[in-house]
Structures are given as C-alpha cells and as structure tokens.
C-alpha cells in the first residue's frame, strides 16, 4: 500500500511567508540538536525541491548562513520565523518546520527522530536521501 501524497499549507508567524508541501499521512520529523536548530527548537521534515512551492512572501525572505554556507536558513523578515530552509544535508531540497504548517497535527503518524547535529560530519548520511524523490 502506498502513501499518497497530500498538499499541506504553512506560514510564518505574521503571515508574510506562505508555502505547501506535498507530504504522506506518515512524516518523519528531524529534532536536531546542531546549534542553530537547537537554539531555534526546530523540528523538520526534509523533502525534495519538487515537492515544495512557495505562495507568498519571497521578498520578505532573508537568508542567513553560516559555517560552511550551504545550508540556507530562510526566515521572515517581518517575524523572524524560519518556516522552511534549504539544509546542507540535502541541498536539492528543503526542509519544512513541522510546527509552522497550518495544520502540524493532521498526520496519521509523525515519527519524531533524534539527530545528532552537533557530530554533523559523521551523522548527515543519515539525512542525504531525504530529497530524492
């Protein structure tokens, strides 16, 4: 039995920023504990480019990196909200802030997986699937 494919919408705090994913009724969420997610206590689901169409707000975007600098962590410039981003770990795709879709608890399961961010260098080939389609 396959898992369908279900548009989601989602938003930053104020609004600006408007997206919808494409996601199956089960999710996996990414809790990373690397220093930016942990400070920001961002829980993700990683998907592929294809699967990810921004609405509304890409002029309210500002984008920040750091490190390396191929991650692109994206929020809003109006409320400071980091609604989805683009990850080192799979830089084809995004990843989406569970917690900023409209409706985060209309998943039959969401299976929320520790990830060791903070040893990324031994840890993201754990991740590096998660774009492909």
């Known amino acids: 039995m396959t898992d369908e494919m279900k548009w989601h919408k989602g938003g930053c705090h104020c609004g600006a920023v408007r997206f919808e994913v494409a996601l199956p009724s089960c999710i996996e969420v990414e809790d990373c504990n690397c220093s930016i997610c942990m400070k920001a206590q961002n829980a993700h689901t990683i998907v592929p480019a294809s699967r990810f169409r921004l609405i509304s707000g890409e002029d309210q975007l500002t984008a920040y990196t750091f490190n390396t600098h191929v991650a692109k962590h994206t929020f809003c410039s109006v409320c400071g909200i980091k609604s989805f981003y ?7 795709g995004f990843a989406i802030t569970w917690r900023c879709l409209d409706e985060p608890g ?5 299976e929320m997986h520790a990830f ?8 993201a080939s754990a991740l590096a699937e998660k774009s492909k389609g």
């Open 106 to 110: 209309a998943f039959q399961q969401v």
């Open 116 to 123: 060791d961010g903070v040893h990324w260098e031994l840890n």
């Open 86 to 92: 683009t990850p080192r770990s799979n830089p084809d």
